[in-house]
């Protein structure tokens, strides 16, 4: 088997080293994987730290967007260019552990009939000790919630967590599918047309490390959420 592994990335020189060499460590017994980079028009040191790393790994791609089109073009991109069977989302601001990624793959490997897993976050109550950004956190983990419960409604599977980074599916599932979104609404789109299309989703619980707005987050509860819940019900009506 082979795993097509898509890191898009905008403003991530930070950690954008540290992710590429956390996921190149990852032993996947018998299956061979390939890391593509999208570099989404990032303005700061993001491109160079990535090229600094390339003569490193040999199983590395990296591809450049000039402006920045958002994560679920980013991703796309990657998508066009992957040639393995499988396709793994990989965040790059290290707040998901790629060490995770065999926990992922195990339902895959160990069961014919699994063929799409995410890892969910919200199987348990997350860790809200974090100062004065608690509140922030703990409102973001209840919309999280109900766009996982809206989910289950419309599409008549119970899953925890629509909008999990870590999903792994079959390129073959996306075959015929239209994937439209720029955004953070590629999450709500790839799981209805998952859904849709008859796959059901295997759920594998996994850490985190959520970091806040000081540390770079793009995530925007309130925005975002309302765009992913009008394209819950915008998908589940339209392809």
Not at 132 to 153: A, D, H
Not at 217 to 226: A, N
Request: aromatic residues 10%; charged residues 25%.
């Amino acid at each position: 088997m082979m795993l097509s592994i898509i890191i898009p990335v905008y403003n991530e020189e930070k950690t954008i080293a540290d992710v590429i060499k956390a996921v190149h460590a990852v032993e996947l017994s018998g299956i061979q994987k390939e890391i593509i980079i999208v570099n989404d028009g990032s303005t700061d040191g993001t491109e160079n730290e990535v090229k600094k790393t390339l003569p490193t790994y040999k199983d590395v791609q990296f591809l450049i967007h000039k402006t920045n089109r958002g994560k679920g073009a980013a991703v796309r991109t990657g998508i066009e260019k992957a040639t393995g069977e499988y396709i793994l989302i990989q965040d790059a601001d290290l707040e998901y552990n790629p060490q995770d990624i065999t926990k992922l793959l195990q339902p895959i490997t160990q069961n014919s009939s699994v063929s799409v897993v995410y890892g969910t976050r919200l199987k348990r109550l997350p860790n809200f000790a974090r100062d004065e950004r608690t509140y922030r956190f703990f409102i973001q983990y209840l919309g999280n919630k109900f766009l996982s419960f809206v989910t289950s409604i419309l599409y008549g599977q119970w899953i925890t967590d629509m909008e999990t980074c870590y999903k792994i599916f079959p390129k073959k599932a996306i075959d015929g599918i239209s994937l439209r979104s720029r955004g953070f609404d590629f999450e709500p789109e790839i799981t209805a047309k998952l859904l849709k299309k008859g796959y059901k989703i295997e759920e594998v619980p996994i850490s985190t490390n959520p970091r806040g707005y000081d540390q770079g987050k793009k995530l925007h509860p309130i925005k975002d959420g309302t765009i992913a819940l009008w394209s819950l019900f915008k998908f589940r009506f339209v392809n």
